[in-house]
């Protein structure tokens, strides 16, 4: 199994009301699309997620020597199935980043986890604690590496001096542009961590927003599309795809035909020109 990631990766985290067969026909659509990497979290689907997952991978074990996996630790919700849990809260402790590690193993059915994520900055955070936890996962063969998930710059750089940061996971779009301007993106670069984009379709606003803002958004969006024969959505992965830093676009369908088309753009990318037009709608000004 390589742990090197696709272009774009398959996200999970809206697939807690579809069947096993119909998961494990996303797996195979997916994979066969040339999108290998799937994204998790222990949270999603209200801790169901990760479960639901790996009984369609029972289905078709073979599948595990094709896929990369990443999964999410460190947020821990109240819901029914942690009754424990009194309180919304972030753990990174070792004893928790082991546990849930372990538990997503078992749920996943899989024997190794690819990237193994802290989920959200956590006040508490010990870098020593974390290192260990990382390490004792690592020397045990249960995951191959490790990163952070909304992480800003100073906040990775105080983890990634105890230990190497793989990926940082930070919402990315073209209604969110933050990332291109304080400093995350070339954090990334300058410690090569692959950014992946969450929500980088703009959890879906970007087709049905109706401010002036967002119709103008698209239609600077669709005009640039034109150019290069794309739809909205595979225009967007093209200009998350387009960036230096490599950005990863998470993709958050259930439906094998977005995951087939947006495969389509996997080695496209925009002029600068053309990635420059989207940046100027999204900001509703030119450049400084």
Same mark, same amino acid.
């Given at each position: 199994?390589?742990?090197?990631?696709?272009?774009?990766?398959?996200?999970?985290?809206?697939?807690?009301?579809?069947?096993?067969?119909?998961?494990?026909?996303?797996?195979?659509?997916?994979?066969?699309?040339?999108?290998?990497?799937?994204?998790?979290?222990?949270?999603?689907?209200?801790?169901?997620?990760?479960?639901?997952?790996?009984?369609?991978?029972?289905?078709?074990?073979?599948?595990?020597?094709?896929?990369?996996?990443?999964?999410?630790?460190?947020?821990?919700?109240?819901?029914?199935?942690?009754?424990?849990?009194?309180?919304?809260?972030?753990?990174?402790?070792?004893?928790?980043?082991?546990?849930?590690?372990?538990?997503?193993?078992?749920?996943?059915?899989?024997?190794?986890?690819?990237?193994?994520?802290?989920?959200?900055?956590?006040?508490?955070?010990?870098?020593?604690?974390?290192?260990?936890?990382?390490?004792?996962?690592?020397?045990?063969?249960?995951?191959?590496?490790?990163?952070?998930?909304?992480?800003?710059?100073?906040?990775?750089?105080?983890?990634?001096?105890?230990?190497?940061?793989? *990926?940082?996971?930070?919402?990315? %779009? +073209? !209604?969110?542009?933050?990332?291109? @301007?304080? #400093?995350?993106? /070339?954090?990334? &670069?300058?410690?090569? *961590?692959?950014?992946?984009?969450? %929500? +980088? !379709?703009?959890?879906?606003?970007? @087709?049905? #927003?109706?401010? /002036?803002?967002? &119709?103008?958004?698209?239609?600077?969006?669709?005009?640039?599309?034109?150019?290069?024969?794309?739809?909205?959505?595979?225009?967007?992965?093209?200009?998350?795809?387009?960036?230096?830093?490599?950005?990863?676009?998470?993709?958050?369908?259930?439906?094998?035909?977005?995951?087939?088309?947006?495969?389509?753009?996997?080695?496209?990318?925009?002029?600068?020109?053309?990635?420059?037009?989207?940046?100027?709608?999204?900001?509703?000004?030119?450049?400084?």
């Amino acid at each position: 199994m390589s742990t090197e990631l696709s272009k774009i990766v398959t996200g999970v985290w809206n697939w807690g009301n579809l069947s096993t067969q119909e998961i494990n026909s996303l797996i195979h659509q997916s994979i066969d699309a040339g999108i290998t990497s799937f994204d998790h979290a222990d949270i999603y689907g209200g801790y169901t997620i990760e479960s639901k997952f790996g009984e369609a991978v029972k289905l078709s074990p073979e599948v595990k020597a094709k896929m990369q996996v990443i999964t999410k630790c460190g947020i821990k919700l109240t819901t029914d199935n942690r009754p424990s849990h009194s309180i919304k809260s972030y753990d990174s402790s070792k004893k928790h980043i082991i546990a849930s590690a372990e538990n997503s193993l078992k749920e996943l059915h899989i024997d190794v986890i690819d990237y193994l994520l802290i989920h959200r900055p956590d006040p508490l955070l010990n870098p020593t604690e974390v290192v260990d936890a990382f390490q004792t996962l690592k020397d045990q063969g249960k995951v191959k590496a490790f990163g952070v998930s909304n992480f800003l710059p100073h906040q990775v750089n105080a983890l990634n001096k105890f230990t190497p940061l793989s *990926i940082n996971q930070i919402e990315i %779009s +073209p !209604l969110q542009t933050n990332a291109l @301007f304080d #400093g995350s993106l /070339d954090n990334c &670069i300058e410690h090569g *961590i692959k950014p992946m984009a969450w %929500s +980088p !379709l703009g959890n879906g606003k970007i @087709f049905s #927003g109706e401010s /002036d803002h967002n &119709i103008y958004l698209r239609k600077v969006i669709q005009e640039v599309g034109v150019k290069y024969g794309l739809a909205i959505d595979q225009t967007i992965f093209a200009w998350h795809l387009t960036h230096p830093a490599g950005i990863t676009p998470v993709l958050g369908t259930t439906k094998g035909s977005r995951i087939k088309t947006a495969a389509e753009v996997l080695s496209t990318k925009l002029e600068r020109e053309d990635w420059f037009r989207i940046l100027e709608a999204s900001l509703g000004h030119e450049v400084p």
